[in-house]
């Protein structure tokens, strides 16, 4: 079961000092931690409502620091801890400038960027990038065949519905040959079809072990139809437990034994949910780290 430490809002912890990062993720790899993670939006709009996964944590005018630069300033203070994105909104990059961006920091870093990769659920940021947010799933597929060519064999030439272009070179290359590509998406047919033929795994969006065990059926299926022997990596959180005092960290590691069972392989864990303190941090992680390994 590998071990992955959400950044997510920790900050707040230390004064919203975002270099504080660099000391959090030194602490979560020296608990042998395998990954740790960062969240992204560009921008963010007013409707928050419009969030379908619950009441948005944040009000709009939050910090949101992009995620490959926050990487790439972990990576330089960093030595064996992997590199995530939870999840990276692809079609709000270019696929040129984000197999470029990619591709260095994964150089940077000798090879530790993970990249979790969906289309988001704000219109808002679309409008704002001038990108169509009605034809977000055409412009994330077609963003991840250019940038898993553009890794390959150089120069490529490509012509789609949203991308056209010709004798083209992206160099470097990453460190990593096979650069692990996780996919935040809803899990469907044609979803798992896809994932089974560019990437390595799904982030559930939910922790409910029905749900992760029905898109693990679907995506497992899909890589035996592409001839895959691997299990796919599935990177999900465990449902969260409380008691009268509130968000309950040992409880919430009961939970494990289930959510093995029902296909997750990978846990990822937001301390934010556990720590009020630096101390209460350091504790938090310690004690993931010592039910885990």
Known sequence: MKLVCGLFGLENLYGGDITSYIDIAKMAEDFGFDSISVTDHVVMGKNLHKYPFGNFPLPS??????PLSIL???????????????ILIAPLRSPALLAKTAATLDTISQGRLELGLGTGW???EYHASGISFKNRASIFWET???IKKLWGANPISYKGENFEFEDIWCV?????????????????DENAKKIATYGHGWIPIKTSTDFINEGAK????AFKENDREEYPRIRGQLTTEVDENGPNLNLTIENLEKSAEAGLNEVEFFPINFAQSPDDLKKSLKEISRNFK
């Open 61 to 66: 005018d939050s910090n949101w620091y992009e």
């Open 72 to 86: 790439t300033m972990i990576a330089s203070n960093t030595k064996k801890i992997k590199l995530a994105t939870a």
């Open 122 to 124: 704000q219109e808002e």
């Open 144 to 146: 991840i065949d250019i």
């Open 172 to 188: 470097p290359k990453p460190d990593q040959k096979d650069l692990p590509l996780f996919f935040g998406l809803k899990m469907n």
């Open 218 to 221: 679907k995506l497992c299926e």
